[in-house]
């Protein structure tokens, strides 16, 4: 389990099981040897490998990317029950979620860390680390069915390689991204945390971020929340083992 979300309204926690094929909802206040209170999970569901996913406690929506499409059920579903949604890839030139997802439902988009396709890759930015999240690919939240993205972020001046977990703080449309440049390495450079508005797109670099170097103590960034009570980034750092606070004013 690689993920899990909090819905402050219903007072609940939702987790992804990918070796049991499906999405495991808590209570809140859960504690020690605790069942689910749901679990979507059966043919109906078409839930493959759901590793990651997204609440929208505003529309009471769950999306879970998987590989070329997300999945999006309502928040109470359980058992074996069908999506509300899905929306994938085309099959030509199309586009490959890789994990990280966040949803923004002021401004009713979906942000998933992938990466493009096809000859739009062959004509565009190839990452030296591999080409599975060195895009933001931002899609409309109600989409369905096959289609693009709406926007796409992707290209040198990023310095995206990896693109571990999004955040988004709605209030401004920004977009907070942990770029951790590749796993297998135990101190890759370029690392950051990074900040996009939902309206960029193209080769363009972070409004701001702050860069994985000794003056910021970060090294592998991978984790990330946003506390906007306090305006501050919290990070796990996966090479350090540790939890980072960083004061971040300018996106709150």
């Known amino acids: 389990m690689h993920a899990i979300r909090y819905n402050a309204v219903r007072d609940e926690f939702y987790v992804g099981n990918p ?3 499906a999405v495991l909802t808590f209570r ?33 929506e769950l999306f879970v990317p998987e590989d070329d499409r997300v999945v999006v059920f309502p928040v109470g579903a359980n058992g074996d029950t069908a999506p509300l949604r899905v929306f994938r890839s085309p099959a030509k030139d199309g586009w490959k979620a890789a994990g990280g997802i966040a949803v923004d439902p002021i401004h009713n988009v979906v942000v998933l860390a992938g990466t493009v396709l096809g000859e739009k890759n062959k004509a565009g930015y190839s ?33 995206m390689h990896a693109v571990r977990q999004i955040e988004i703080q709605p209030k401004g449309g ?14 890759p450079e370029g690392t950051y945390i ?10 363009v670099p972070p409004r701001w971020k702050i860069d994985g170097k000794p003056s910021t103590g970060m090294k592998k960034p991978h984790g990330i929340a946003l506390d906007p009570n306090h305006k501050e980034v919290v990070v796990a750092d996966m090479r350090l083992n540790a939890i980072l606070t960083f004061y971040f004013p300018e996106i709150f």
Do not use: C
């Open 28 to 60: 809140g206040a859960a504690n020690g040897e605790e069942a689910p209170i749901r679990i979507i999970q059966g043919r109906k569901t078409t839930l493959d490998t759901p590793d990651t996913l997204e609440v929208d406690p505003v529309h009471e």
């Open 19 to 21: 070796f049991a094929q």
């Open 194 to 203: 990074g900040v996009y508005s939902i309206n960029d797109s193209g080769n």
């Open 174 to 187: 920004w977009i907070v991204i942990s770029q951790m440049t590749a796993g297998e390495l135990p101190e």
């Open 127 to 159: 990452s030296p680390y591999g080409d599975n999240r060195e895009a933001l690919l931002i899609f409309d939240r109600t989409a369905s069915g096959e289609v693009q993205p709406i926007r796409v972020i992707r290209g040198s001046r990023t310095g």
